[in-house]
C-alpha cells in the first residue's frame, strides 16, 4: 500500500505531504489546480523519464518520494536480490531531480532505473488515457488472461518457458553444426594444421625460459672468450708477462738473499705469488677451453627460439596457454570427426524437447482458454455494470503458425457495444471514454487474482457523466474492497464514493503561484462536492444534494462491504 507521497519544489508545488489510506483516495481540484502535477511526481517515483523543467523554478532541485508498506514474496524477494534491507516490508522510495540528470535510492540504496521500474511494476498499477489506450494491442490481452488464472496457467507457463528455453538452445548449438559439407572439410583440415604443427614442434614445460637463458649467455661468450684469452696472454704469454717477471724476481732475490738472509722474506713472497700466478694461469685456461664460443650450439638455439615464438604469436602468450588452445582445438576437431554423430543425437533431443513444447504449450492453452471463458462472464457483467446495457464480449483464441515464448495463443478481445453489431476489435469500436470503462471492467473482473496492491486511475472520468458515471462510481467503490485505490475526478457521483477525499488548490504567495493539497474533513468533502456540482456558486439546495450523494455513497459501500 503507498502510505505517503511527499513533494519537494516540483512544478507549481513548494513542498507536500499527502497521507493515503486504505480503500478509495478521491483527489479533486479545479481545473490547472496541479492534480496532473501529483500525477507526474508519482510516474517521476516510479520510474518514468524526468525532465529538468519539472524542477520548480528557482529551485537547486526537485524530489518526490513514495513510502509503501509491502508483504508481497515477489518484492521482499526482489529487495533482497539487489541488497536493499526492508524493514517490517517498509519502502521508501526517492527521486532526486536536478539540472544534470537525477539519482534514484530504494531504503537509501542507489538502484538503477531498471530495478525501480520492476519493483514499482509488482507494487502499483496506474492508468492513465495512455494506459487505456494499451488495451489496443492484443499482446496485452493474453497478459490479462494468464493474470487472470495465475492459479493454473503461471505454474505451466514457466515450465513452457523452461522448455522453451532449452529447445532454443538446442536449435542454435544444431544450426552451428548445420555446415556445408565442404566447409566442414576446410575447417577440419586447417585444425588438423595446426594440430600437427603444435605437435611436431614437440614443445616441453618451461623450455622457452631456459632456453632464452642459455641464448644470452652465448650471446656474450665469443666476447667473453676474446677478452679473457687478451687476459690469459698479458699475464702468461708475452715475452715481458707479469709471470716471466716474477720468475724473474724470484731468480734476483735468490742471489741476494745469498748476500742477506733478511730477504728471505720477500723471496717466500715472490713464491707464493708465483704459486698463485700459475694456478690461476691453470684454471683461466681450463675455463677458455670449457667455454669457447659454439657457434652450431648458437644457431640451434637462436633457431628454436625463433620457433617458438612464432608458435606464441598464433596460439599463446606462453608454452601453457599453446597446450590450452590445441586440446580446445582437438576436441573440436574430435567433435567434426563425429560429425554425423553429434547431428543425430541432436536432433533426437530437438524432437524430444520439441515434443515436450508441444505438450505444454497444448496444455497451457488449455488452462488459458478455461480461465478466458470465465474471464469472459466477468467482464460482461462488469460492463453491464458500467452501462453498456447490451454489450457482447469474447475473448477471441487464434492458434500461430509456430511456437513462440508465450505459447500458440492469439488472443484477442472482442466487443460489440450495440445490439445486432458483431463482435470486432476493440480498436475499430471503442471509443476513449469507453476505452477507460472496459479497462475498469477488466480491473474489476481480474481484482482477486491480482497481485498488485495500489492502483492509480488518472482520468478515468473521460467522457463520461450522469449514470455512466455513477455506475462508474459504483465499481470503483467495489474495487477499493480488496485494493487500494487513488483517483482524480471531476464528477461528483465518483468523488462522492470516497473513502478518504483530498482537495487540490491553486494559490498566490509571495508573489508566486503555488499548488497545494489537503485532506479534506466530512464536512469540507460535502462543500467541495457541491463545488463539483455546481460550480463556484454554491447554495443551501447544492449541499443537500451533496450531503444526498455522500450518504447514498455510504449505504452502497456498506452493503457491498456487508
Known sequence: MLKNVHLKDLALIREADIDFDPGLNILTGETGAGKSIIIGSINIALGDKASKSFIRSGADFGLVELLFTSRDERVLSLLASNEIPAEDGTILISRKLTPDGSTTRINGTSVTLTTLRTLTSLMV??????????????????????EFGRGTILPLKDAFHSCYQEYKSLRKTYQSFNQDPEELKKE???LEYELKEIEEAALKPGEDTLLEAEYKKLSGAERVTQGLMKLKSSLFDAADCAANRISDGMKELSS???????????????MD???????????????????????????AVHQRLNEINRLKSKYGQDLSQIQDYYEKQAAHLRELQDYSAHKADLIKQMESVRSRVNQFASQLSDERKKAASSLEQQIIRNLQDLNFLDVSFQIHFEKADKIYEHGFDRVEFLISTNPGEPVRPLIKVASGGELSRIMLAIKSSTASSDQIGTMIFDEIDTGISGRTAQKVAEKLGTLSREHQLICITH??????????????????????????????NRPDSIIELARLLSGS??????????????????????????
Not at 498499477?125 to 494468464?146: C, K, M, Y
Open 256 to 270: 741476494l738473499t745469498a748476500l742477506d738472509p733478511d730477504l728471505k722474506v720477500f723471496s717466500d713472497y715472490l
Open 537 to 562: 456558486e454554491i447554495t443551501e439546495s447544492t449541499l443537500q444534494n451533496a450531503e444526498e450523494m455522500k450518504l447514498s455513497a455510504r449505504r452502497l459501500k456498506d452493503s457491498v462491504r456487508s
Open 273 to 299: 705469488l708465483d704459486s698463485i700466478s700459475r694456478d690461476f694461469g691453470h684454471e683461466l685456461s681450463h675455463y677458455i677451453d670449457s667455454n669457447a664460443f659454439n657457434e652450431e650450439r648458437y644457431q
Open 125 to 146: 498499477d496506474i492508468h492513465g488515457q495512455h494506459d487505456h489506450q494499451s488495451l489496443l494491442n492484443p499482446a496485452r490481452h493474453l497478459e490479462i488472461v494468464d
Open 491 to 520: 464528477l461528483p457521483q465518483i468523488a462522492a464514493m470516497a473513502d478518504t477525499h483530498f482537495s487540490i488548490e491553486k494559490s498566490v504567495r509571495d508573489g508566486s503561484t503555488i499548488s497545494g493539497i489537503r485532506k479534506l
Open 188 to 190: 577440419m583440415a586447417f
